[in-house]
T-cell receptor, first 114, second 110 residues
Framework: ETGVTQSPTHLIKTRGQQVTLRCSSQ?????VSWYQQALGQGPQFIFQ???????GRGNFPPRFSGLQFPNYSSELNVNALELDDSALYLC?????????????FGPGTRLTVT | ELKVEQNPLFLSMQEGKNYTIYCNYS?????LYWYRQDPGKSLESLFV?????AVKQEGRLMASLDTKARLSTLHITAAVHDLSATYFC??????????FGTGTSLTVIP
């Protein structure tokens, strides 16, 4: 197992609500990336944070937002939840901007929107 | 929009057999990653390929990258049951953006 942890493990929300997911990166890692993985699909890149600043963003609407804290842990916030937001949300941590981007994934948060 | 296509999507193979999973992508990136995902689990990094012609091997798995053909392969030698999982390739594009394929679900039958 990696040293990346995520909370909560599972979450059920109603359409229109807001949700916050949390990720603690592996020790020594200062970069966190978030992914959305719908059932039967590959992960889709949401955004990445490096030293508390957004460092790249995928094709997701602004209602998906994030934060990274001084200890490099991170939050993913989703506003105005839609049914299609139901998915496994993965965070991955890595070390700096130096390639290769050896990413270590957390166990994920399973979000269900009803 | 960058596309990453894997084939086959589903693969059932007998123990001891060899097979190859293909990953085609539509960008000029020379950074390609392979991951493994077990049911209900997260992603495990298998290989990082950073240049044309790169080849890496770990146990019964070998990955290669041909950036001119925009193709990576994951070759399985003498499959064993423990290799049953879903395998994803991912291409890094531009500014730290990673695009994953749809995955290949591998089942190794005794």
């Amino acid at each position: 197992e990696t040293g990346v942890t995520q909370s909560p493990t599972h979450l059920i929300k109603t359409r229109g609500q807001q949700v916050t997911l949390r990720c603690s990166s592996q020790s020594g890692h200062n970069t966190v990336s978030w992914y959305q993985q719908a059932l039967g699909q590959g992960p889709q890149f949401i955004f990445q944070y490096y030293r508390e600043e957004e460092n790249g963003r995928g094709n997701f609407p602004p209602r998906f937002s994030g934060l990274q804290f001084p200890n490099y842990s991170s939050e993913l916030n989703v506003n105005a939840l839609e049914l299609d937001d139901s998915a496994l949300y993965l965070c991955a941590s890595s070390q700096g901007r130096i390639h290769p981007y050896e990413q270590y994934f957390g166990p994920g948060t399973r979000l269900t929107v009803t | 929009e960058l596309k990453v296509e894997q084939n086959p999507l589903f693969l059932s193979m007998q123990e001891g057999k060899n097979y190859t999973i293909y990953c085609n992508y539509s960008t000029t990136s020379d950074r390609l990653y392979w991951y493994r995902q077990d049911p209900g689990k997260s992603l495990e990094s298998l290989f990082v390929l950073l240049s044309n012609g790169a080849v890496k091997q770990e146990g019964r798995l070998m990955a290669s990258l041909d950036t001119k053909a925009r193709l990576s392969t994951l070759h399985i030698t003498a499959a064993v049951h423990d290799l049953s999982a879903t395998y994803f390739c991912a291409v890094e594009e531009g500014r730290n953006q990673f695009y994953f394929g749809t995955g290949t679900s591998l089942t190794v039958i005794p």
